[in-house]
């Protein structure tokens, strides 16, 4: 697949996920259904991902939720049918590395990591990550947003990623 229709196909995805937001909000797994809907093979195809909620002026960081490629249910990764969704989310919810990644509770990670390696570092540490990449964003409420993945590919997704990110705290709220 070439480069734009690559491009394309996330945009479907990505425009995809307002409505479907809203449509599940009642969902207490939202937030795992959405990382796993960017992460997946028909999106941004990473090796695994994890998004964390971090507050510094509460000194603290939490796991939101997991996604790993080899565990995946992309099957039909379809949001039409809620029993499907509901297949998805048992799948989800069983999954070991979704489970590490929300048990995750550490002190604030942008507050004291004051610069990228040594945030890097933390998180190789601490999540079990070996090459991650990580993007950092303003969220409500004075929290900051933490996205961290590994790529399954060379390709540069940081200035689409930039975009999507602060859906994923639409998401949890």
């Not at 995750?104 to 990449?133: G, M, Q, T, W, Y």
Request: proline residues 2%.
């Amino acid at each position: 697949m070439n480069d734009t229709n690559k491009k394309l196909l996330i945009l479907q995805k990505v425009l995809d996920l307002p409505h479907n937001i809203s449509k599940y909000m009642h969902r207490a797994d939202l937030i795992d259904l959405v990382l796993h809907h960017i992460s997946g093979k028909q999106c941004l195809n990473f090796l695994k991902s994890a998004y964390l909620l971090d507050n510094s002026e509460f000194d603290c960081c939490k796991g939101m939720a997991g996604f790993i490629a080899e565990d995946s249910c992309e099957e039909d990764d379809s949001w039409d049918d809620e029993c499907k969704v509901d297949q998805k989310s048992k799948i989800l919810q069983s999954n070991q590395f979704n489970n590490q990644i929300k048990q995750f509770r550490d002190s604030s990670l942008i507050k004291n990591c004051s610069d990228n390696s040594r945030l890097k570092s933390a998180v190789v540490e601490k999540l079990c990550f070996s090459s991650p990449k990580f993007l950092t964003w303003n969220a409500k409420h004075d929290n900051h947003g933490i996205l961290v993945w590994e790529d399954n590919h060379d390709s540069n997704c940081e200035e689409i990623l930039k975009k999507i990110c602060p859906i994923l705290g639409m998401a949890h709220f």
